[in-house]
């Protein structure tokens, strides 16, 4: 069984800028496809971005394109999410997702979450 240990999440302000990793505990996974995703109280849990694993590709929602990016470490065990611009609408619980099928979007193509992270954003 794979576990995905979450960390980087905090509080920033509106136009500030936060890195999310994500890394492997009890086998690798670098021949799966990860993603994030995030879910903000009371809302379903969306995507947010997407990497092939071989870190060439990447997927972003129309939301977060042109401020998030999304990369894999040197040796493709562990997973980023650099957040650039942040708005307060950014705020949310954000989660590590190793897919089982490329159906990127969609919280059912996902075979195992990491535990999530809080990421606040004040203004």
């Known amino acids: 069984q794979v576990q995905l240990v979450e960390s980087g999440g905090g509080l920033v302000q509106a136009g500030g800028s936060l890195r999310l990793s994500c890394a492997p505990s009890?086998?690798?996974?670098?021949?799966?496809?990860m993603g994030w995703f995030r879910q903000a109280p009371g809302k379903e849990r969306e995507f947010v971005a997407a990497?092939?694993?071989?870190?060439?590709?990447?997927f972003y929602a129309d939301s977060v394109k042109g401020r998030f990016t999304m990369s894999r470490g040197n040796a493709k065990n562990t997973v980023y999410l650099r957040m650039n611009s942040l708005k307060p609408e950014d705020t949310a619980v954000y989660y590590c997702?190793?897919?089982?099928?490329?159906?990127?979007?969609?919280?059912?193509?996902?075979?195992?979450w990491g535990q999530g992270t809080q990421v606040t954003v004040s203004s």
């Open positions: 997702a190793l897919y089982r099928s490329d159906s990127y979007s969609n919280t059912e193509a996902v075979g195992s």
């Open positions: 009890g086998r690798t996974f670098s021949n799966y496809d």
């Open positions: 990497i092939s694993w071989s870190g060439a590709t990447t």
